[in-house]
Every structure is written in structure tokens, then in C-alpha cells.
């Protein structure tokens, strides 16, 4: 059975199909061939094989009843291994891919109400099912979603570097380019709610100083009010252990609040430092325990937040902006976010003065890595293989890596780069592969390369789904959607750090 398509249930404990639109199925989950046996194993079988007379309609003509009118869970019978014909709730999502048409059916095999049955309404199971289904699309969908962003990224980014400050397209670029990192904020936020907790994203020793260097870059892009940047930040600042995605978004968010809280004169200061407690300490309302951390603090000259508003700053759905689309979403979100990394949030201010936030995370008592590189200097002459059944994100990767120099092959496959690097004739410096692909995943050609070049650097990339166990994780990893600066600059380091 092959398919080009992602099938995020390929490891379910219980048995569950992808099929195509004629009924032939596609992948199926190691739970369905036990329970169906040998009858699932060919080039192509079909849904027909273990279809259940007993159902009413061949299995043909009820996924075309199903696409009229969709039920997301109903009573079937299937013939199982051995022969008998046993029930199953079953959930039914369907979705397209290209033009094709794709179903994905979850049997749950657990006594389930049958038409004319009186046992009652769907069991909690039935519902449990439903719900995965679900998942199964957010996922997909997420994924498909984040490949699509990463090529506008890449490619708005990409034209944005080369183009002069006053061409009059660029403000059009900069609002294209904001609107693909909001964009990636919604696929990044379908993602995390897809995988429901159960794959928690790990988090990495790095350096908290590059995500703010980058976010202020963002926004110095982006923004048309002249505003003073000034940033303190502590070269031998403390290692972090983060995720990056959501470090990155919590900081972006207080960053985004003291923009639009400056007036004239308008100034934001950007602060690091290491802080080591040998005994408790109160900062407002948080109260720290004896250890080390890093101290993040972001402060504006702004307008300020009432002494009786402080209280409530982190209630979610609570806003002091009477203009524009607020949800009051923001600080709360920044709160959970680095509650969730062990730290903690104050907030002073003052009315016409200005307001700091100082963000607190728990730290290792050693040097972060520091970016080996300068901003400025993100050109190559070394050769690189890019990875990924996605062809636009091969084409992007390829434009941008060769406008700085690197001679760039690509592969839509694991087969195919590994067939790329034992032919090549010339030593391939680097190898950048997705994580999640079809046939063989972006781990399983990490593996395969190790073994026929262990030499061999490898950059990996997803939309969320992050390698556990690497000691060189915070260089080695790339987050999609990326911005060409940001592919360039992990690709530089990746190099550099294999030297």
C-alpha cells in the first residue's frame, strides 16, 4: 500500500484505514491488519474485501451516500480475520489533497449501538473517535497550511532583503510578510490543538538573546512610526531551556503591546541579564524561589496602565483598548506561556511614564551559545541537498539558497536524497529534510544517512513535530513557517559548527 499522503494514524492502536475515492485503501494502522489478517496485504486492496453484506450497500456505493450527506459516526459490520463478521462504530472524515479525493475510517471494535438496536445512544469510545477524526484533519490540514506559509515567507523575505528602502513595493512586501507570520500563528495554534497535549513539544537549551534580536527586527521592518530601539542585552547570557515557537510568540506579543502604547518621542528598551536568588525574592506579585535565571525585560515610555487596571492585565478576554480588534488574549497568553516554561510575569507602570514587563525563566548556570555569525554575512559556496515532498518549498529553498551562493540539489523523497548522496561525485555538505513525509520520514533518512555518511550534517525542519534527542538541537532544527534570513542563518551555523 503507498500513498503520497501524510496519515498522521498510521501508528493508531486500533484499526484505521486511508483510502482513496474508489475505495482502495491506501495505509492502514499495524491494529487493522491484525484484526483483518492477510486480506489487507497486496499492491491495492480495496474497502470491498472486508465489507459486510450485512451493511445494505456495497462499500462503493455507501462512501458515495456518505459524501451526500455526511455522518461523522455510524454502525458498520466488517468482515474480520478468520472470516466471522463482527460490528464497529466507525468515524468517517474525508478531505482532498490535489485535486483527490481522500477518506479516513476509524473502526472502533468495542460493542457499538446497530440500526434498530436498543442499547442506547453512541458509547463515550464513539465519541472519543469522533473527536480523533477531527484531530486527524486539523492535523493534516496544519501541515499543508504551514509548507503553503513557509514558501511566502521564504520568498516575501527573500525580495525584501534585495530591495531598496524606498522601492514602492516594499510596504506592500512588509504587509504580505505580516500577514503570513499572523497566518502562522493560526497553523502553529491548529497544531498544538491537534496533537492534544499527547506529543508535548520538547524543549531546547539555547540563547534567549536571538529571538529577541529577531523580533525586534521584525517589528523595526514592520513598523511606520519612528520609534528609538534600544537593546541592553548580556553577552554571556545564561542558557534557556525553551520551546522557540512559543518563546518567540510570548515575546512578540509584550513587544507588540509597547508599540502600540508609545507616542511621540516614541522609545522601547530591550533588556537580558542573568540573575542567580541564594534565597527567595518578590517581584510584585511573583515571587521567585532561591536559583538561577534569565530575566527578560521590555520597557516603553508609553502611555501606562492605571494602578487599578495592573490587577486584572492577565485576565483572559480583559483589554484596556477601546480601539481595533482586541480579544484580550495577549498578556494571557503570555502568561500561560511561561508558566508553562517553569517561569514567571511582573509588570510595573506607571500613567504617561511607561510600563515594564519582566519576563523570568529558570536557567542553566552556563554560557548560551551565541550566534556564530553575522547577521550580515549569510553567503555560502558549499553544496546542500534540501528534502521535501512539498515541490514549492523545494523550489523556494532552492531560489533563496542560490541567490547567496550555495549550489543546491533537491529531492521530493528519502529514497531519492539517499540515491543523490551515495552518486553524488562531489562531498554534499548539508542536508536539510522535512520531518514528516510520506514513505520514509525526515528521522528515518536522518538514520539512513548516518549510516552511509556519518560525517554528513543534517538540518532538520517541521511544522511540529520536533526531534527529541540531539545534543546540537537549538542549531540543528529549524521551525516552520521560516523566513529566508531565518533558513540562512540556520544553514550558516549548521555548517559552521560542523567545522
Known amino acids: 500500500m503507498k500513498s503520497d499522503v501524510v496519515f498522521a494514524l498510521e501508528n493508531a492502536g486500533w484499526p484505521a484505514l486511508l483510502l482513496d475515492g474508489t475505495g482502495t485503501i491506501l495505509r492502514a494502522a499495524p491494529a487493522a491488519a491484525k484484526t483483518f489478517g492477510p486480506v489487507l496485504e497486496g499492491e491495492a486492496p480495496r474497502l470491498s474485501a472486508i465489507w459486510a453484506p450485512e451493511n445494505g450497500v456495497t462499500a462503493e456505493q455507501f462512501l458515495v451516500q456518505w459524501e451526500r450527506s455526511p455522518t461523522a459516526a455510524l454502525p458498520l459490520k466488517f468482515r474480520v480475520k478468520g472470516g466471522s463478521v463482527s460490528p464497529f462504530m466507525t468515524a468517517i472524515c474525508s478531505f482532498s489533497k490535489d485535486s483527490q479525493k481522500y477518506f479516513v475510517l476509524q473502526l472502533l471494535p468495542e460493542t457499538a449501538p446497530l440500526p434498530g438496536d436498543s442499547k442506547g445512544p453512541p458509547t463515550d469510545s464513539s465519541q472519543k473517535q469522533k473527536l480523533e477524526c477531527a484531530l486527524q484533519l486539523a492535523r493534516t490540514v496544519s501541515l499543508d497550511f504551514n509548507n503553503v506559509l513557509t514558501t511566502i515567507l521564504g520568498h516575501t523575505s527573500l525580495l525584501l532583503s534585495q530591495t531598496d528602502q524606498k522601492h514602492p513595493w516594499r510596504n506592500s512586501l512588509i504587509e504580505v510578510e505580516k500577514s503570513a507570520v499572523k497566518a502562522a500563528e493560526i497553523a502553529n495554534d491548529l497544531g498544538a490543538f491537534s496533537l492534544q497535549e499527547r506529543e508535548p513539544r520538547p524543549q531546547v537549551a539555547g540563547n534567549l538573546n536571538s529571538i529577541l534580536v529577531r523580533n525586534v527586527e521584525l517589528l523595526q521592518k514592520a513598523q511606520k512610526e519612528k520609534i528609538e530601539w534600544t537593546q541592553q542585552l548580556e553577552r554571556k547570557l545564561f542558557a534557556v531551556k525553551f520551546d522557540e515557537a512559543k518563546i518567540q510568540q510570548a515575546f512578540m506579543k509584550v513587544l507588540e503591546n509597547a508599540v502600540q502604547s508609545v507616542g511621540p518621542n516614541a522609545r522601547v528598551t530591550v533588556q537580558s541579564r542573568n540573575l542567580e536568588l541564594t534565597e527567595p525574592a518578590q517581584d510584585r506579585d511573583l ?199 531565518e533558513l540562512l542563518s540556520k544553514v550558516k551555523n549548521a555548517l559552521i559548527s560542523s567545522e
Open 287 to 485: 515571587r521567585l524561589a532561591p536559583g538561577t535565571y534569565v530575566c527578560v525585560e521590555i520597557t516603553d515610555n508609553g502611555c501606562g496602565i492605571p494602578l487599578e487596571v495592573l490587577p486584572r492585565i492577565f485576565e483572559p478576554f480583559f483589554t484596556t483598548k477601546k480601539e481595533g480588534n482586541h480579544r484580550g488574549l495577549g498578556l494571557a497568553w503570555v502568561y500561560g506561556i511561561v508558566t508553562n516554561h517553569g517561569g514567571g510575569v511582573a509588570v510595573s507602570s506607571q500613567i504617561d511614564a511607561g510600563t515594564s514587563v519582566r519576563v523570568y525563566l529558570p536557567a542553566e548556570k552556563r554560557i548560551a551559545r551565541e550566534s556564530s555569525i553575522d547577521s550580515g554575512n549569510l553567503n555560502g559556496d558549499q553544496t546542500i541537498l534540501m528534502v521535501d515532498d512539498e515541490d514549492l518549498l523545494l523550489t523556494m529553498g532552492q531560489t533563496v539558497l542560490s541567490a547567496y551562493g550555495y549550489k543546491v540539489l533537491t529531492a521530493n523523497s528519502g529514497p531519492k536524497a539517499l540515491e543523490i548522496v551515495s552518486q553524488s561525485k562531489i562531498p554534499i555538505d548539508l542536508v536539510i529534510t522535512d520531518l514528516v513525509m510520506p514513505t520514509m520520514s525526515g528521522q528515518e533518512l536522518v538514520e539512513h544517512l548516518r549510516r552511509l555518511s556519518p560525517q554528513i550534517r543534517v538540518l532538520r525542519t517541521s511544522g511540529f513535530v520536533r526531534p527529541l534527542h540531539d545534543d546540537q538541537n537549538d542549531l540543528i532544527y529549524l521551525q516552520k513557517p521560516f523566513t529566508s534570513q
